[in-house]
Every structure is written in C-alpha cells, then in structure tokens.
C-alpha cells in the first residue's frame, strides 16, 4: 500500500510512519518541518492544499495524525484551533474527493467529543458533548467524515484516540511527572489526589 501521514513528525504520525515502513508499506510523510528525507513533502501552515500531493501519488491511505491536541491552546486562540483541527480536515477531503475517491481516510479525532461522560467506561456510542472549542472543533472534524461518507462515498474513519503516551513522546502527565522527578524528591501534581485518568 501506498499511506500518506499527515502530521508525520508528531508523536504519533512518526509512530505509524515507523510502524508501516517496517511493514514494507510505501509511507509519504507530510508535515510543517523542514526533513530532507526521501518521500517527505512539507506542507505551508496557514494555507492547505493537498491537490498536488493527491495528483502525484496514488494513495490507497491517508492519515491525518496533525493538528493541534491542546484544550488550553483552544481556549486562548480558538480560531487557529479550528483552522488545524477542522479546516485542514476539509481540505484532506476536498483533495481525496476531487483526485482519489478510492483513498481511505483515517483521521485522528479525541475523547474531548464526549466532555464529561456520564457512564464509565465510555462506550463509542455514547452522548457527545465538548467542553472546549478543542472537543468540539474536534467533533465538527468527525461530523466532516460522516459528511464526505453519505454524500461523496468517501471511506472515512475517526479515532477517538486520548491520553496516548509511548516512547517519543516529551509533553503531558508521564513526561512531567519523570523531568519533575530527576531533580525533586516530591513530585507535586494538581488535583486533590481523587481524579483517575486513563492513558493508552
């Protein structure tokens, strides 16, 4: 297969770049960073367009592991939240629709849809309701898909993917909790000590 990682020097697109590779898959990395890498294309941060990627490759995959994956950064620039969230999401399509309709697209989502659930575990369908411009931006990017799938036949997929950690990755609680660690006997946190997370 040929996969297109938008997003492919983040923490978790360079971790699908890695893991397809190893499979043999041909793997075209996309993302804001200079690489010189072979099979890379960098894309221009403010204005997306994804036609002339679409044109040169067939691609049988896109992922989109880009975009902004932080509540607080939604909060205080919601407009550039939603420009990385949902209108680089429209675009991927608009390309996929226009130069490979048989492209399937994968696209990161979040757990922030469903804001605070009502039932645990959460169950995918489960009530959603944002608490952020980050989870709704994020639910808007999901209504997008289904959107391109009923009237375009599109082949869409969204993971709610949340709390993800692994090697790589240098932000968020584990990373925190290991650079406050190395230099404190006490690691301090906030909360009262009753909250429970789940990381994947």
């Given at each position: 297969?040929?996969?297109?990682?938008?997003?492919?020097?983040?923490?978790?697109?360079?971790?699908?770049?890695?893991?397809?590779?190893?499979?043999?898959?041909?793997?075209?990395?996309?993302?804001?960073?200079?690489?010189?890498?072979?099979?890379?294309?960098?894309?221009?941060?403010?204005?997306?367009?994804?036609?002339?990627?679409?044109?040169?490759?067939?691609?049988?995959?896109?992922?989109?592991?880009?975009?902004?994956?932080?509540?607080?950064?939604?909060?205080?620039?919601?407009?550039?939240?939603?420009?990385l969230n949902v209108s680089l999401v429209?675009?991927?399509?608009?390309?996929?629709?226009?130069?490979?309709?048989?492209?399937?697209?994968?696209?990161?989502?979040?757990?922030?849809?469903?804001?605070?659930?009502?039932?645990?575990?959460?169950?995918?369908?489960?009530?959603?309701?944002?608490?952020?411009?980050?989870?709704?931006?994020?639910?808007?990017?999901?209504?997008?898909?289904?959107?391109?799938?009923r009237f375009f036949k599109l082949q869409?997929?969204?993971?709610?993917?949340?709390?993800?950690?692994?090697?790589?990755?240098?932000?968020?609680?584990?990373?925190?909790?290991?650079?406050?660690?190395?230099?404190?006997?006490?690691?301090?946190?906030?909360?009262t000590g009753n909250e429970s997370r789940?990381?994947?």
């Open positions: 297969m040929t996969i297109l990682i938008i997003g492919s020097k983040g923490f978790v697109g360079s971790h699908c770049s890695s893991y397809f590779t190893a499979l043999n898959h041909t793997v075209v990395g996309c993302d804001v960073i200079d690489s010189q890498e072979e099979n890379y294309c960098k894309i221009d941060s403010i204005q997306f367009d994804f036609s002339g990627l679409f044109k040169k490759y067939k691609f049988d995959v896109c992922i989109n592991a880009a975009g902004s994956a932080n509540v607080a950064y939604s909060y205080e620039f919601p407009e550039k939240d939603f420009e429209i675009n991927l399509l608009g390309a996929i629709k226009t130069n490979s309709p048989n492209c399937k697209f994968i696209n990161f989502s979040s757990a922030a849809v469903y804001g605070n659930p009502k039932v645990l575990p959460i169950k995918e369908d489960a009530e959603t309701s944002p608490l952020s411009p980050y989870g709704y931006h994020k639910m808007l990017s999901e209504n997008l898909l289904l959107e391109y799938h869409t997929c969204s993971l709610r993917v949340f709390s993800a950690y692994g090697p790589g990755l240098k932000k968020q609680l584990f990373w925190d909790i290991f650079q406050k660690s190395k230099t404190n006997n006490n690691v301090r946190l906030f909360g789940d990381f994947i």
